[in-house]
């Protein structure tokens, strides 16, 4: 009996015990290889989903770009007819080294290039040959139309790689000022994944060694990708991480332990799983809040701003809302003056300066260039927001150092709000910028409020805008000579040609009026030069007139100005010495490098130019030693006060001093009494102009026979 206990130990037990845990681990491993294998494919699975997802964010978020830059009042003004060129460079060419995306084209409706840039720099890319076939049934698939405005993406093979682009027409974000007959012209901008991005989608996605190959490369494992039109473009490929084997090593020697092996199986790669869903989801989330958030100032964009307000505004019966759009007055120039980064460092600083204003209860966001808003909601919010605008005036009048230099700014501000309505999120902010724009019109460094009255005088301006339109391409802008006299002998020697609204018009708009909308409008510059050729062709048989031309700031920073100036004097024959521009010290200010290259040019060619409404502004004797003027009229308010105010008798006749030190013409404008005229010659002033000798009138005055005694100017000009 005692031999066989052993035997029987082992047959009995250990045998089976044996044969049930081999059986069980058999088993076990059995259902573990197939579990493995399930994951494998889970994971294969969710790699490609995560692929795809990889993609269509990339793709997201260059369309979100585009709309906040296509749908934009400035941009649909800037490459309107004639595409501004300096401004397609400052807010879309130079961000293409730098930015969200490398490559910018401004395209016409047709389909034709007018402005180009990649990677910072202009270029003569062909968009069909870059994009290949992809790019075609892009722009057939974009309207140019706003009605049926929308952006579409898609994935392209370039020189540069695989390549999101999107497209979409560049309209205005004002309602009023879209035209919708009106083929508007389209924007294209594109970011190639280079490798550093796609090992950025890699970490973000969870999806290791993710790279892309050309449709001719035969890569084994390789998956195709596809545009939106079903046209595949090329293969991607990605490391398998293959989960299935890893946990089969790590839990093969849990195996044996049956249903224990199986759940230690089960869980880690649950918990796995959920990880990553939650990595997945956080990606996300960072991806959408980037496409809303501005990479210079670290605030929210125009789509962030716009988003909230629509938050706010659908909550029934919600708190009052108030909306502040900031526009930074003298950016430009310190961009102009210094250079870009230094600009950023500002935009920058400005931000953060808003931040603390708003004490973290507003909503603050960049829109876009010198543009700023800010979202009030409270029950006060129509108080706060006056306040606050007043503390940001305050804030931005300061001088800012930025590297040792001293820049200095001011803001204009608009504010608009729902306290009395229900009001839709686009009109509060059309409101806003409409309030702005009125601040800006009142020179600046103060808020304004939207009142009703703001959008009658804006239709009232589309209105005119609209006629004098007409007027410039029939050429019937009317024109009016103002006489201007020597001092001494009262002889006339020159007109001033002055632009007037047609008597045929059934309405009656002053001068400061419609040049004022010319300019809003993009019109000034054909205004100017109808109003040039119009005078050429009346003064050119009148040698003995000098005739004077005011000029825009606007057509200072045009490059055609001075070339189509010189033809229009070609073409009518008209001597360039026997014309005069007048340039506004506001231009000095505003653009002075371009503005000293324009007044060089123009002397070249032997054209006279002065300095205009010289006393009135900011304009300094600096000013006439840096440009180098030929002559300077002062301004008709020292004229005014000449005959009362001893202390501008002593300006005016050092002014005098100075400007003949640089041998500089002096010319006195709104002279309206004799006194007057006298005064202004006894201080050296060489030519006198104002009522006194003559009112603008159509007719130029009759030649003065020689030998004849100076005629009475007002039987001459009339009242």
């Known amino acids: 009996m005692k031999s066989r206990a052993p035997r029987n130990f082992i047959v009995l037990i250990l045998l089976p015990l044996f044969l049930t845990t081999l059986g069980t681990t058999f088993v076990s491993l059995k259902m573990l290889d197939g579990i493995s294998e399930a994951v494998d494919r889970q994971e294969m699975q969710r790699s490609w989903e995560a692929v795809n997802s990889a993609f269509s964010s990339a793709g997201q978020q260059i369309s979100a770009l585009i709309v906040d830059n296509a749908r934009w009042d400035d941009a649909a003004q800037h490459t309107g007819d004639t595409v501004d060129q300096q401004w397609v460079f400052d807010n879309w060419g130079t961000t293409t080294s730098d930015s969200n995306y490398d490559t910018v084209f401004v395209l016409s409706p047709q389909g034709k290039v007018l402005s180009a840039y990649h990677k910072g720099e202009v270029t003569d890319l062909d968009p069909s040959t870059y994009f290949g076939g992809s790019f075609r049934r892009l722009i057939s698939s974009t309207p140019a139309k706003a009605a049926q405005f929308r952006a579409i993406s898609t994935l392209a093979w370039t020189q540069d790689g695989l390549t999101v682009v999107a497209a ?164 430009k120039m310190i961009n102009d003056a210094y250079d870009h980064e230094t600009g950023d460092r500002l935009i920058r600083a400005i931000a953060a300066g808003l931040k603390v204003l708003a004490r973290n209860q507003h909503f603050v966001a960049r829109l876009g260039g010198d543009e700023f808003g800010i979202l ?162 009346e003064v050119r048989h009148r040698p003995d007139l000098n005739l004077s031309v005011n000029v825009s700031p606007l057509q200072i920073g045009d490059s055609r100005f001075v070339p189509d100036l010189l033809q229009t004097l070609r073409d009518h024959s008209f001597p360039a010495r026997q014309l005069e521009i007048e340039l506004t010290e506001g231009v000095l200010v505003k653009n002075p490098k371009r503005t000293q290259k324009v007044v060089r040019e123009l002397q070249e060619h032997g054209i006279t130019v002065s300095l205009d409404d010289f006393g009135a502004g900011y304009a300094s004797i600096g000013y006439l030693r840096e440009f180098g003027f030929n002559k300077v009229k002062l301004d008709r308010s020292l004229t005014q006060a000449i005959e009362s105010d001893v202390a501008v008798q002593k300006i005016v006749q050092g002014t005098v001093l100075i400007a003949r030190g640089m041998q500089a013409g002096i010319v006195a404008e709104g002279v309206e009494t004799e006194a007057q005229a006298q005064l202004m010659r006894l201080a050296g002033c060489d030519l006198l102009q104002g009522y006194h000798f003559g009112k603008p009138v159509e007719a130029l005055p009759a030649v003065r026979p020689s030998g004849a005694a100076a005629p009475s100017p007002l039987h001459v000009f009339g009242a």
């Open 168 to 331: 979409a027409p560049i309209i205005p974000y004002t309602p009023e000022d879209i035209d919708p007959d009106r083929q508007y012209n389209k924007l294209v901008i594109s970011r190639s994944m280079d490798s550093a991005h796609l090992a950025k989608l890699s970490r973000q996605y969870v999806v290791d060694g993710l790279r892309v190959h050309q449709l001719r490369d035969a890569v084994k494992d390789s998956v195709a990708i596809f545009d939106n039109w079903g046209a595949p473009i090329a293969t991607v490929t990605w490391k398998p991480r293959s989960p299935g084997d890893a946990a089969r090593r790590s839990y093969t020697s849990l195996a044996f332990s049956s249903v224990i092996a199986m759940i230690l199986v089960l869980l880690p790669i649950s918990i796995v799983h959920a990880r990553t869903m939650r990595r997945m989801q956080a990606n996300e989330r960072r991806e959408r809040q980037a496409a809303r958030e501005d990479s210079l100032s670290g605030l929210p964009n125009r789509l962030g701003l716009s988003e909230r307000l629509h938050e706010q505004l659908a909550i029934a019966g919600g708190p009052h809302v108030s909306l502040l759009f900031i526009d930074l007055d003298g950016f």
């Open 376 to 537: 009030m909601v409270s029950e006060n919010a129509r108080v706060a927001s006056e306040s606050l605008a007043q503390s940001i005036l305050d804030f931005v009048k300061e001088p800012f150092e930025v590297d040792g230099r001293v820049a200095s700014i001011g803001a204009s501000i608009g504010i608009s709000d729902n306290l009395s309505e229900a009001m839709d999120p686009n009109e509060l902010m059309r409101r806003a910028d409409i309030a702005m724009y009125d601040a800006k019109d009142r020179g600046g460094n103060r808020f304004r409020r939207f009142v009703p009255a703001l959008d009658t005088r804006r239709n009232e301006n589309l209105e005119i805008a609209a006629e004098l339109r007409s007027f410039i391409e029939r050429g019937e802008v009317g024109l009016a000579f103002q006489p201007i006299v020597n001092s001494k002998s009262h002889e006339v020697v020159g007109v001033e040609a002055l632009a007037r609204w047609p008597q045929a018009s059934g309405r009656m708009v002053t001068p400061d009026r419609f040049i004022a909308v010319a300019e809003e409008f993009g019109l000034i510059g054909s205004l100017s030069t109808l109003l040039l050729k119009k005078a050429c062709k």
